[in-house]
T-cell receptor, first 115, second 113 residues
C-alpha cells in the first residue's frame, strides 16, 4: 500500500484479555518498528524487526508483550492479560532498511483502551 | 546515550507571525535528527531531517531547522504561521545504527487567528 497500515484503529478490551495489533508496512521496507505513545510517557520504542528477526526487543515493557513478523512483511504485536496501564496508542513504522538518517514512516496507530 | 530535550511544552503564536520550537540534543556521536508533526488523532509525519549534510535543513510546509553542533541544538522555525500548523511537534534523535528513535516530550503549537 501507499503507507503503513495498522488495524484495528481502535480497540476497547477488558482487563485480563489478550489483544493483537496488526501492522502492514510499506511494500519493500525491510525494517519495521513498534512504538507506544501514552500520556505521561511520551513516545517509547518497543521493538525493531529487520526482516523477520528482532535484533532489538529492549523496549518491550514486560513478558506480556510479544511481537512477530512473517514473510518480511506483516507484523503482529500481542499483549497478553492486558492491564489498564497498557492503554495507549501503539504506532507501527517502517523504513527501507535500518540505517542512520533513513526516513521512518509511521502509521496512524492503534488506540487501545483497557477497561 | 542519546537524548532530546524540547524546551517548551506549549507555544502559542498568532497567524502570520514566526514560529520557533526549541530542541537540544545529547549524543556521543554525530547524530541524525528529525522533526515530526502529529495532528490530532493522526499519525506522525516527517517534517525534515538532518543527516550530517547541510546544517540548514528545509522541510515541508515552509519549516526549516538548523543544526548547531556548538550549541547542541536543532531548533525548528517557520517565518509565518498558518492555522493549519496547529499540532504537536516532536524533535527526535536516531541511534547510531538507525531505527531506534528517541523522542522529545513534544511541543504543542497553537495558532491564534
Amino acid at each position: 500500500g501507499a503507507g503503513v497500515s495498522q488495524s484495528p484503529s481502535n480497540k476497547v478490551t477488558e482487563k485480563g484479555k489478550d489483544v493483537e495489533l496488526r501492522c502492514d508496512p510499506i511494500s519493500g521496507h525491510t525494517a519495521l518498528y513498534w512504538y507506544r505513545q501514552s500520556l505521561g510517557q511520551g513516545l517509547e520504542f518497543l521493538i525493531y524487526f529487520q526482516g523477520n528477526s528482532a535484533p532489538d526487543k529492549s523496549g518491550l515493557p514486560s513478558d506480556r508483550f510479544s511481537a512477530e513478523r512473517t514473510g518480511g512483511s506483516v507484523s503482529t504485536l500481542t499483549i497478553q492479560r492486558t492491564q489498564q496501564e497498557d492503554s495507549a496508542v501503539y504506532l507501527c513504522a517502517s523504513s527501507i532498511d535500518r540505517g542512520p538518517g533513513n526516513t521512518i514512516y509511521f502509521g496512524e496507530g492503534s488506540w487501545l483502551t483497557v477497561v | 546515550a542519546q537524548s532530546v530535550t524540547q524546551l517548551d511544552s506549549h507555544v502559542s503564536v498568532s497567524e502570520g507571525t514566526p514560529v520557533l520550537l526549541r530542541c537540544n540534543y545529547s549524543s556521543s556521536y554525530s547524530p541524525s535528527l528529525f522533526w515530526y508533526v502529529q495532528h490530532p488523532n493522526k499519525g506522525l509525519q516527517l517534517l525534515l531531517k538532518y543527516t550530517s549534510a547541510a546544517t540548514l535543513v528545509k522541510g515541508i510546509n515552509g519549516f526549516e531547522a538548523e543544526f548547531k553542533k556548538s550549541e547542541t541544538s536543532f531548533h525548528l522555525t517557520k517565518p509565518s504561521a498558518h492555522m493549519s500548523d496547529a499540532a504537536e511537534y516532536f524533535c527526535v534523535v536516531s541511534d547510531n545504527q538507525g531505527g531506534k528513535l528517541i523522542f522529545g516530550q513534544g511541543t504543542e503549537l497553537s495558532v491564534k487567528p
